[in-house]
């Protein structure tokens, strides 16, 4: 069975440990830890990877304005990224640093590769360099001189650089983006990506002389590698690609490579994927901002087919969060904290309102007002009530005993089942808002069920009544047991708490959806606990 297990490869941007967490950081995070719960729940083998992008100029120069070394700063900011996904339940595989040695040394090796094979060369850069979004400009893309990104001043760069050949395999890159119609996530960004190549790619200069904050290019020490050079190779090193160029070139056994260092956990976590890298690879869905589409959708895949490695599947390009209307922003002061939401509100809600609120890969507002609607009226109404009215009823009628044989409403079944049979292909396209959208039109034909059904008027004198009864509560909490299997992926400790009160284990331990049947077995019993999913919030909290 294992063998034929499927692949699933996840990942998010890699973080910029300049500044703390925002909800944008959350927002990629949640999303790609969605797709990861729902692919193993579907039996998938599956590789979250996360983490933070460390090394450049940037970081050089506010750590010397706080005194502190880069990597000091960069132990500082991470542990900020590790808090706030651990508070949100983000259920990453690994968190990679790319100040992690192994990281280092893969960046070093695909340096030297490409550099060996003539895609990378030495030559003269003279140019515009924008140092807070890390980019080098043309002349011509400047804004009055400034950056066209964010405004600010660019520095003119002169120096020795190395650079990667990318005009060699424009025709290969657009042959595949228009071959793959998944690669370039939504549809509606692939045209800005293909135009931007068929203007005529120069060369990218990947090295620096100018500042030391980096990894050093084993050719030249004088060298660093270019940032984003060095971040987006994060993707290679988390599927293990350093054990996988070993293995290849070398010929050592997996015996061997253990033998390389036992004592480093990283390593270890390599190892394991070794066998499998291309496996994983090629099922890579990297999830990143609208702003950093073309580093993923031109150098990153130009990077790949210089390197003879199979294109990710997908990349998906979501949008970004205002408040208010308002694009967030240190200086308005509008700017969403995470962890605020999460103390006041719990983890669940903050991971509903973001996929729930916007189509992914749209812009959305994040506003209290909606935030709040949608807490009081979808989950503390629609969700919280039906679970703690329906637990309660079986207690009260049944002693917490679920009804056996009963007859299950043939209405909730179909419609809970054609969302299990539509829930692949809703993921595969990132449609998180409407598959909750969908969840919660059955959460409301469930509560309306019980609503017609009115079991509090049924007539238990009558052998009739009681099987009516009897068949208004199996079938309510079948249809809640599918609800908690639906939401877990967004919702997982909501699900997990509802499966107490089922006195079901949690989904997190499964990796297929068990039937009903097999479950709800005669002489079952709920929990006796009462958990309250979701407080009411009023106007004081
Ligand atoms: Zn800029």
Known sequence: MEINKKFFYVTTPIYYVNDVPHIGHAYSTI???????????????????????????????????????PKELA???????????????????????????????????????????????????????????E????????????????????????????FLKLKKYEDRLLKHIEDNPDFIKPSFRKNEVISFIKEGLNDLSVSRTSFKWGIQAAENPEHVIYVWFDALINYLTGAGYLYYK???????????????????????LSISRENNFINYFSTAHHIVGKDILKFHTVYWPIMLLALDIPLPKTVFA?????????????????????????????????????MREVTFGLDGDFTVKNFTTRYNSELANDLGNLVSRLTAMIKKYKNGVVPFSAEINIDLINYAEYLNSSLNERYENFEFSKILEEIFLFINKVNKYINDGAPWKIDLN?????????????????????????????????SDKINTLLNIKSFLLCNEFVPAEDIFKEGFKISDENIMLFPRLTDKS
């Open 135 to 162: 980019t080098f400009l043309t002349e011509k893309s400047l804004v009055n001189g400034n950056c066209p990104e964010c405004g600010r001043l660019v520095e003119k760069i002169k120096e020795k650089s190395y």
């Open 31 to 69: 999303s790609a830890d969605i797709l990861a719960r729902f692919k193993r729940l579907s039996g998938y083998r599956v590789f979250f990877l996360t983490g933070t992008d460390e090394h450049g100029s940037k970081i050089e120069k506010e750590a010397l304005s706080r005194g502190i070394t």
């Open 462 to 494: 009558d052998e009739a009544g009681i099987r009516l009864l009897d068949s208004i509560l199996r079938s309510s909490i079948v249809s809640i047991y599918y609800i908690s299997y639906f939401i877990y992926p967004f919702m997982p400790k909501t």
């Open 318 to 354: 979501h949008g970004w969060w205002l408040m208010d209307g308002k694009k967030m922003s240190k200086s308005l002061g509008n700017v969403v904290n995470p962890v605020e939401i999460i103390n006041k509100y719990g983890e669940d809600p903050l991971r509903y309102y973001l």
């Open 75 to 133: 132990d500082n900011v991470h542990i900020k990224f590790k808090e706030l996904f651990n508070s949100l339940d983000i259920s990453y595989d690994r968190f990679i640093r790319t100040t992690d040695e192994d990281h280092i040394e893969t960046v070093q090796k695909v340096f030297s590769e490409l550099f060996t094979k003539g895609d990378i060369y030495l030559s003269d850069y003279e140019g515009w360099y924008c140092i807070p979004c």
């Open 246 to 268: 070993l293995n290849l070139n070398q010929d050592k056994s997996i015996n061997e490579l253990n033998k390389l260092d036992k004592s480093d956990k990283l390593n270890e």
